[in-house]
T-cell receptor, first 115, second 112 residues
Framework: GAVVSQHPSRVICKSGTSVKIECRSLDFQATTMFWYRQFPKQSLMLMATSNEGSKATYEQGVEKDKFLINHASLTLSTLTVTSAHPEDSSFYIC???????????FGPGTRLTVT | KQEVTQIPAALSVPEGENLVLNCSFTDSAIYNLQWFRQDPGKGLTSLLLIQSSQREQTSGRLNASLDKSSGRSTLYIAASQPGDSATYLCAALKTSYDKVIFGPGTSLSVIP
């Protein structure tokens, strides 16, 4: 199947700083990418949907000014957590999809710890 | 709005037992239904994907079924092993470019 990568896999940052997470589709062009967040012992919750070249669509309750999403190309989407706080510590997973594919492909996830 | 639920939330079985994990979804207009495995602190591993036109899929000791009319899917694990211990997530997809709706997961523990 297709491969989606995420970088970094793990990051620790101090409260108040910003962190950028990259999601890349390595062998296909993804017209749509999704960002999910997973808190301990909980399931994955969608944060936002990004389409190449347009603004992201955020789920209710997700602060768009705090979680900046850029989908500048068909193979790259970035999530920037601005002014991070300890409560932003979580596991962030991206997925990539395209019309005609049988499924979406998920990245391996990024573990963010804010101290 | 699609909602996915899973029963049971947690399951502990002795090694060697056969077991069934259940998944229910409210909107039968799905593109596919997928089962994932997630180990603690790790990402998702896709186990089985059932297209909307299919009834079941098999891979080794795993068998997943889909009944769209009743909004149900089951994951059957035969001859469970301690290495099967993980959280199993059921997920429904409406189109290949739409968001995936995940169930809350079933935490499985297989006791040696």
């Amino acid at each position: 199947g297709a491969v989606v990568s995420q970088h970094p896999s793990r990051v620790i940052c101090k409260s108040g700083t910003s962190v950028k997470i990259e999601c890349r589709s390595l062998d296909f062009q993804a017209t749509t990418m999704f960002w999910y967040r997973q808190f301990p012992k909980q399931s994955l919750m969608l944060m936002a949907t990004s389409n190449e070249g347009s603004k992201a669509t955020y789920e209710q309750g997700v602060e768009k000014d705090k979680f900046l999403i850029n989908h500048a190309s068909l193979t790259l989407s970035t999530l920037t957590v601005t002014s991070a706080h300890p409560e932003d510590s979580s596991f962030y997973i991206c997925s990539a999809g395209q019309d005609g594919l049988l499924e979406q492909y998920f990245g391996p996830g990024t573990r963010l710890t804010v101290t | 709005k699609q909602e996915v639920t899973q029963i049971p939330a947690a399951l502990s079985v002795p090694e060697g037992e056969n077991l069934v994990l259940n998944c229910s979804f409210t909107d039968s207009a799905i593109y596919n239904l997928q089962w994932f495995r997630q180990d603690p602190g790790k990402g998702l591993t896709s186990l089985l994907l059932i297209q909307s036109s299919q009834r079941e899929q098999t891979s080794g000791r795993l068998n997943a079924s889909l009944d769209k009319s009743s909004g149900r899917s089951t994951l059957y694990i035969a001859a469970s092993q301690p290495g099967d211990s993980a959280t199993y997530l059921c997920a429904a997809l409406k189109t290949s470019y739409d968001k995936v709706i995940f169930g809350p997961g079933t935490s499985l523990s297989v006791i040696p």
